[in-house]
């Protein structure tokens, strides 16, 4: 049939023609071509693309960022003539078609432009590749450990795709679910040919083989019992659903309209009979899509690099059933029968579960299993949950009006199903509650407006006395017309996450039911692999997916720690850590700074005046002992205060010390807060970081009153270096033995973006970026952080310019004013980048790299023409599920304290990209749980690292962490810019904070400007 376009009518009726080229047998001849070497995978190019010239940032197969023979300089070249791009080849570099993009001018310092094809710098994904994996570490001592993923068998069959389209459109996956369930219940047997097939929820719909017609209608009813107010019905669930290449096409239209009937009376008393009627016609498909073939040959390990297709069609076929047996949230799957829930307080349990995902690695597909735990709501009677979530009896006494704000808060948007009918229940979503009680709640019953009371209405209708009326009525369905449920005839319907933020002590009950034991988790794991039964799983064997039961067994290595320099006045000047973590004992701050004006101020009523004193002696006696020189002495009497006048103290301690002090400024600010302090916290720290320029140091009453000297030395470590001190640093560096880092002037950034919790709907995201400015030490980080729009992960002020109406354009930004800062205090500009970027998802690898890097690019070239020192950029990634266990949990010596893996495990080979640059390192010594070691990505490389140069620099940092005496599990300048971007969460005005809708109309506002003696330390640890 051929492709045309359809007239709009009320049907939306179209037709997709399945696409005939690029067979299975012709995919499969290219991709033997060039396994042996005779030509490279088929590629398709538009003839008349435009191209910039080749990137000349290529070589020792690595993509872009290897080196070249004939390659000189790294800067990046001026230019006089505009760059073009016409005529210019397609590039191949190690059998992959690399196709340059339409290349940019930028704008430099002395007015010329630069081409980003003379940087070798893409300018879109299209001409991106990631750098290849430059070999496998040698250094540190072999190993072997296990790792969650289970390693899987692919199918020799046929994948088919097709294309499905109901119309009217239904937003609900689960009611899309249900419609295909429906029609391979009905037509598996006859008209599908027997074929089982696997479905999104969405668009695509796969099967093993092709379907047995050319041209088929279906009518489905669907008939459903259950309200399913705003089209939503049973658990949450967002699985993705990407657009995929087209093998079939399988189009549906509506005969009918969705009817959803309603009651006359605005508490429903009718049952609702949901009709989706959908006629589902497809055209025979062809062999599978070129794209499809070769992500599966990619995954068979004979093609160098694949489409995510075949991966997520894989995942959905493995998703099938366990969508039908738990409850989906993301990529995990919960149900109480997995373990039994425990309670978390005001209403909340824990459900246990387990995550899957499949991925490509060096030895195939693996599916990756790990377990998993969420805070759900009680299937409770709603009665019983409010009780629950005011924390007092409500049967006998009226709601507040505080009260029913927090009642409102809780239940809105919950599912309930109703207990007055017998056995019909009915399921409706909370929009609110009634601000009058039962008892004076009226409603029309005809178009005359006769009215009757709620109470009448249940007991006429349904011989049901409502006894508490002193209660609020639940509003529920469309806010635009009441419907009225009395709190006592509703329940929660089981099976809804808990979306909104967590209270301190249910985060904490929740983490206990996370923190398993290494051997514990193992075994966990492997029963939920064996209870999955992916071996009898119906739709695994359709598409002949077979799943091992077995832990992966994975080489590894355990690098060895670095040795730590202190300084020659203490009885011990360096040291060498023991299993991640060493002490100071006998050992002084290689640079120990000086705090001669200090005061008090005391927010804790708890602690007396002799208390503070006395901890405030012990605090500065620790100092004196670590290398620090400490003024016993505060410039003023300890000064006590009320947490509600947290402003107006610290001002009157800022200005009574500075007229003591006669305009000069103070070194510190101690602060004594209760346990519990609310805002208090962060309104200091705003308040003394953007206002009056105080470097603070904040103190736990419990701390106080305990005195432990480990504490002690914690909290003198951090004063160190919030005067602008180094607490220790690598011997490597001041010997300048780190390879790639000691032979010329670098700096180390590091970069995170952290994003408002769930329910903030339009507070800003916070991005924070620090970068080393001591150099060869590299210990010392500046930060630096910004204010963007809600949840935006690109970070939009690496550089920006503006106009300015005397100097023009003026050129700034995060990523240049750090390198400025570098200048000054080292003498010596940066000839070389690492930029470690936290925080960002597979899937906007590409997106980041573009922007940031080019973000980085222009802010050196508006430094300095010419300017262009070489870049690394690094993601660092926390937020995923593989686990490494060691292979015998009864050898202690393969083992730290708590069971788990030695600290500097790492892993670069068989559950690793097939290709890319990455590795897993488990940096730090596990205290409580399984370690969760850190997956570093290199996405730019023109530095040339080698893999045991990058693992052992990245190890090496993680020793470097200032705060404690302990190796930590991400490399530390993530971990500062972390700090520094939740620090400035507390800089935001309180609007802003709570998420109201004028912040995000008025856009986003900047954050208060942190004060310069403030900016050069690092105020955030």
């Given at each position: 049939m051929p492709i045309r376009q359809m007239k709009e009518t009320s049907e939306q009726h179209f037709v997709i023609k399945p696409q005939l080229q690029n067979s299975m047998n012709s995919a499969s001849k290219s991709s033997k071509t060039a396994q042996n070497g005779k030509g490279p995978p088929p590629v398709q190019e538009s003839q008349n693309k435009q191209t910039s010239p080749p990137s000349r940032n290529r070589g020792r197969r690595r993509g872009w960022g290897g080196?070249?023979?004939?390659q000189g300089d790294a800067f990046m070249r001026p230019s006089s003539r505009p760059c073009t791009v016409a005529d210019k080849p397609i590039v191949r570099e190690n059998g992959r078609a690399i196709v340059p993009a339409l290349s940019t001018n930028v704008s430099v310092g002395n007015g010329g432009s630069l081409c980003e094809s003379d940087m070798g710098y893409p300018s879109s994904s299209k001409s991106l590749t990631f750098p290849l994996r430059p070999g496998f570490g040698q250094i540190g001592t072999k190993c072997i450990v296990k790792a969650n993923h289970f390693f899987a068998d692919l199918p020799d069959k046929d994948l088919n795709h097709y294309d499905?389209?109901?119309?009217?459109?239904?937003?609900?996956?689960?009611?899309?679910?249900?419609?295909?369930?429906?029609l391979v219940k009905l037509y598996k047997?006859?008209?599908?040919?027997?074929?089982?097939?696997?479905?999104?929820?969405?668009?695509?719909?796969?099967?093993?083989?092709?379907?047995?017609?050319?041209?088929?209608?279906?009518?489905i009813k669907l008939i459903d019992d259950e309200d399913t107010v705003n089209g939503e019905k049973g658990c949450i669930s967002t699985v993705s659903s990407d657009q995929f290449g087209l093998s079939g096409a399988l189009s549906a239209k509506e005969q009918e309209q969705l009817n959803w009937s309603a009651a006359q009376s605005s508490l429903a008393a009718d049952e609702p009979l949901q009709r989706i009627k959908s006629e589902l016609e497809a055209g025979r498909p062809a062999a599978p899509h070129y794209e499809l073939v070769h992500g599966i040959l990619f995954y068979k390990g004979r093609f160098a690099d694949g489409p995510r297709d075949a991966l997520q069609i894989l995942d959905i076929v493995l998703r099938e059933l366990s969508m039908k047996r738990f409850c989906p949230v993301g990529r995990s799957f919960f149900s109480p029968d997995i373990r039994r829930p425990q309670k978390l307080g005001d209403g909340l349990e824990a459900w246990c579960g387990f995550y899957q995902s499949i991925r490509p690695t060096q030895m195939g597909l693996s599916l990756n299993i790990d377990m998993a735990s969420a805070a759900f709501i009680e299937a409770l009677p709603v009665i019983e949950y409010v009780a629950q979530?005011?924390?007092?009896?409500?049967?006998?006494?009226?709601?507040?009006?505080?009260?029913?704000?927090?009642?409102?808060?809780?239940?809105?948007?919950?599912?309930?199903e109703v207990t007055h009918r017998g056995d019909v229940r009915r399921k409706y979503r909370v929009s609110g509650i009634t601000t009058q009680p039962t008892r004076e709640l009226v409603f029309p019953v005809d178009d005359n407006s006769t009215m009757k009371s709620v109470v009448e209405y249940f007991q006429e209708m349904y011989g049901f006395t409502i006894q508490y009326t002193h209660l609020p009525c639940l509003q529920v369905g469309n806010q635009k017309k009441a419907n009225y449920l009395p709190m006592e005839a509703c329940k929660i319907v089981e099976g809804q996450r808990y979306t909104k933020r967590l209270s301190e002590k249910q985060i904490t009950s929740l983490l206990k039911v996370t923190c398993q034991r290494p051997r514990d988790r193992e075994n966990d794991i492997l029963q939920t692999v064996q209870h999955n039964g992916y071996d009898q799983d119906p739709y695994a064997k359709e598409f002949g997916i077979r799943i091992s039961e077995k832990l992966a067994t994975v080489e590894a290595r355990v690098l060895p720690a670095p040795w730590l320099k202190y300084h020659e006045s203490g009885k011990e000047k360096d040291c060498l850590p023991q299993v991640g973590q060493w002490n100071m004992m006998n050992k002084k701050m290689i640079n120990g700074m000086t705090v001669s004006r200090w005061a008090c101020v005391n927010f804790s009523r708890s602690v007396q005046d002799s208390v503070a004193r006395g901890f405030c002696n012990e605090l500065a006696q620790m100092c004196q002992v670590s290398g620090m020189e400490f003024s016993p002495e505060p410039v003023i009497p300890f000064y006590n205060a009320r947490p509600d006048q947290v402003e107006k103290a610290l001002k009157h301690v800022y200005h009574a010390c500075m007229n003591k002090l006669k305009g000069k400024e103070l070194d510190l600010l101690l602060a004594i807060l209760p346990d519990n302090n609310g805002s208090l916290y962060g309104d200091l720290k705003r308040i003394c970081e953007t206002d009056l320029g105080l470097i603070s140091q904040c103190c736990l009453t419990k701390h106080v009153f305990k005195m432990n000297k480990q504490y002690l030395a914690n909290v003198s470590l951090k004063i160190n270096v919030k005067m602008g001190g180094r607490n220790t640093v690598l011997l490597d560096a001041i010997s300048c033995r780190i390879p790639l880092v000691s032979d010329i002037p670098t700096i180390i950034f590091g970069a995170d973006v952290t994003h408002p919790e769930n329910g903030e709907e339009s507070s800003p995201s916070i991005a924070a970026v620090v970068a080393s400015q001591d150099w060869p030490e590299v210990t010392k980080y500046a930060g630096l952080v910004c204010a963007q729009a809600h949840r935006q992960e690109l970070i939009q002020d690496l550089y920006k310019t503006w106009q300015d109406p005397i100097r023009g354009t003026v050129s700034g930004g995060m990523v240049r004013d750090l390198l400025v800062s570098f200048r000054k205090a080292t003498g010596q500009k940066p000839q070389r980048i690492i930029f470690y970027r936290d925080g960002v998802s597979e899937g906007q690898f590409y997106q980041v790299l573009l922007f940031e890097l080019d973000a980085i690019r222009k802010a050196c070239a508006s430094l300095e023409p010419n300017?262009?020192?070489?870049?690394?950029?690094?993601?660092?990634?926390?937020?995923?599920?593989?686990?490494?266990?060691?292979?015998?949990?009864?050898?202690?010596?393969?083992?730290?304290?708590?069971?788990?893996?030695?600290?500097?495990?790492?892993v670069d080979s068989k559950i690793c990209h097939p290709t890319e640059f990455d590795f897993y390192l488990c940096s730090h010594a596990g205290i409580q749980g399984t370690s969760r070691p850190a997956h570093y990505h290199v996405l730019w490389d023109e530095n040339n690292f080698t893999a045991d140069g990058i693992q052992m620099l990245t190890n090496n940092l993680c020793y470097t962490y200032a705060r404690c005496t302990r190796s930590v599990s991400v490399v530390p300048p993530a971990y500062y810019a972390h700090l520094a971007a939740f620090r400035a969460r507390f800089y935001m005005e309180p609007d802003l904070q709570e998420g109201s809708r004028v912040a995000g109309e008025l856009g986003v506002r900047p954050l208060p400007a942190l004060k310069e003696n403030v900016k050069r330390v690092m105020f955030y640890c």
């Amino acid at each position: 049939m051929p492709i045309r376009q359809m007239k709009e009518t009320s049907e939306q009726h179209f037709v997709i023609k399945p696409q005939l080229q690029n067979s299975m047998n012709s995919a499969s001849k290219s991709s033997k071509t060039a396994q042996n070497g005779k030509g490279p995978p088929p590629v398709q190019e538009s003839q008349n693309k435009q191209t910039s010239p080749p990137s000349r940032n290529r070589g020792r197969r690595r993509g872009w960022g290897g080196r070249k023979s004939d390659q000189g300089d790294a800067f990046m070249r001026p230019s006089s003539r505009p760059c073009t791009v016409a005529d210019k080849p397609i590039v191949r570099e190690n059998g992959r078609a690399i196709v340059p993009a339409l290349s940019t001018n930028v704008s430099v310092g002395n007015g010329g432009s630069l081409c980003e094809s003379d940087m070798g710098y893409p300018s879109s994904s299209k001409s991106l590749t990631f750098p290849l994996r430059p070999g496998f570490g040698q250094i540190g001592t072999k190993c072997i450990v296990k790792a969650n993923h289970f390693f899987a068998d692919l199918p020799d069959k046929d994948l088919n795709h097709y294309d499905v389209t109901i119309t009217p459109e239904v937003t609900s996956k689960v009611v899309n679910r249900a419609i295909m369930a429906e029609l391979v219940k009905l037509y598996k047997e006859s008209e599908l040919g027997m074929r089982l097939p696997a479905y999104d929820g969405r668009k695509g719909l796969y099967t093993a083989g092709e379907l047995p017609f050319a041209w088929k209608e279906f009518t489905i009813k669907l008939i459903d019992d259950e309200d399913t107010v705003n089209g939503e019905k049973g658990c949450i669930s967002t699985v993705s659903s990407d657009q995929f290449g087209l093998s079939g096409a399988l189009s549906a239209k509506e005969q009918e309209q969705l009817n959803w009937s309603a009651a006359q009376s605005s508490l429903a008393a009718d049952e609702p009979l949901q009709r989706i009627k959908s006629e589902l016609e497809a055209g025979r498909p062809a062999a599978p899509h070129y794209e499809l073939v070769h992500g599966i040959l990619f995954y068979k390990g004979r093609f160098a690099d694949g489409p995510r297709d075949a991966l997520q069609i894989l995942d959905i076929v493995l998703r099938e059933l366990s969508m039908k047996r738990f409850c989906p949230v993301g990529r995990s799957f919960f149900s109480p029968d997995i373990r039994r829930p425990q309670k978390l307080g005001d209403g909340l349990e824990a459900w246990c579960g387990f995550y899957q995902s499949i991925r490509p690695t060096q030895m195939g597909l693996s599916l990756n299993i790990d377990m998993a735990s969420a805070a759900f709501i009680e299937a409770l009677p709603v009665i019983e949950y409010v009780a629950q979530l005011l924390g007092k009896d409500v049967l006998s006494r009226t709601l507040s009006d505080s009260d029913r704000v927090k009642v409102k808060k809780g239940l809105r948007g919950v599912k309930v199903e109703v207990t007055h009918r017998g056995d019909v229940r009915r399921k409706y979503r909370v929009s609110g509650i009634t601000t009058q009680p039962t008892r004076e709640l009226v409603f029309p019953v005809d178009d005359n407006s006769t009215m009757k009371s709620v109470v009448e209405y249940f007991q006429e209708m349904y011989g049901f006395t409502i006894q508490y009326t002193h209660l609020p009525c639940l509003q529920v369905g469309n806010q635009k017309k009441a419907n009225y449920l009395p709190m006592e005839a509703c329940k929660i319907v089981e099976g809804q996450r808990y979306t909104k933020r967590l209270s301190e002590k249910q985060i904490t009950s929740l983490l206990k039911v996370t923190c398993q034991r290494p051997r514990d988790r193992e075994n966990d794991i492997l029963q939920t692999v064996q209870h999955n039964g992916y071996d009898q799983d119906p739709y695994a064997k359709e598409f002949g997916i077979r799943i091992s039961e077995k832990l992966a067994t994975v080489e590894a290595r355990v690098l060895p720690a670095p040795w730590l320099k202190y300084h020659e006045s203490g009885k011990e000047k360096d040291c060498l850590p023991q299993v991640g973590q060493w002490n100071m004992m006998n050992k002084k701050m290689i640079n120990g700074m000086t705090v001669s004006r200090w005061a008090c101020v005391n927010f804790s009523r708890s602690v007396q005046d002799s208390v503070a004193r006395g901890f405030c002696n012990e605090l500065a006696q620790m100092c004196q002992v670590s290398g620090m020189e400490f003024s016993p002495e505060p410039v003023i009497p300890f000064y006590n205060a009320r947490p509600d006048q947290v402003e107006k103290a610290l001002k009157h301690v800022y200005h009574a010390c500075m007229n003591k002090l006669k305009g000069k400024e103070l070194d510190l600010l101690l602060a004594i807060l209760p346990d519990n302090n609310g805002s208090l916290y962060g309104d200091l720290k705003r308040i003394c970081e953007t206002d009056l320029g105080l470097i603070s140091q904040c103190c736990l009453t419990k701390h106080v009153f305990k005195m432990n000297k480990q504490y002690l030395a914690n909290v003198s470590l951090k004063i160190n270096v919030k005067m602008g001190g180094r607490n220790t640093v690598l011997l490597d560096a001041i010997s300048c033995r780190i390879p790639l880092v000691s032979d010329i002037p670098t700096i180390i950034f590091g970069a995170d973006v952290t994003h408002p919790e769930n329910g903030e709907e339009s507070s800003p995201s916070i991005a924070a970026v620090v970068a080393s400015q001591d150099w060869p030490e590299v210990t010392k980080y500046a930060g630096l952080v910004c204010a963007q729009a809600h949840r935006q992960e690109l970070i939009q002020d690496l550089y920006k310019t503006w106009q300015d109406p005397i100097r023009g354009t003026v050129s700034g930004g995060m990523v240049r004013d750090l390198l400025v800062s570098f200048r000054k205090a080292t003498g010596q500009k940066p000839q070389r980048i690492i930029f470690y970027r936290d925080g960002v998802s597979e899937g906007q690898f590409y997106q980041v790299l573009l922007f940031e890097l080019d973000a980085i690019r222009k802010a050196c070239a508006s430094l300095e023409p010419n300017y262009q020192p070489p870049v690394t950029f690094i993601i660092v990634q926390k937020r995923h599920h593989t686990r490494l266990f060691a292979n015998n949990h009864r050898d202690k010596s393969s083992t730290d304290r708590s069971g788990n893996i030695l600290p500097g495990t790492v892993v670069d080979s068989k559950i690793c990209h097939p290709t890319e640059f990455d590795f897993y390192l488990c940096s730090h010594a596990g205290i409580q749980g399984t370690s969760r070691p850190a997956h570093y990505h290199v996405l730019w490389d023109e530095n040339n690292f080698t893999a045991d140069g990058i693992q052992m620099l990245t190890n090496n940092l993680c020793y470097t962490y200032a705060r404690c005496t302990r190796s930590v599990s991400v490399v530390p300048p993530a971990y500062y810019a972390h700090l520094a971007a939740f620090r400035a969460r507390f800089y935001m005005e309180p609007d802003l904070q709570e998420g109201s809708r004028v912040a995000g109309e008025l856009g986003v506002r900047p954050l208060p400007a942190l004060k310069e003696n403030v900016k050069r330390v690092m105020f955030y640890c």
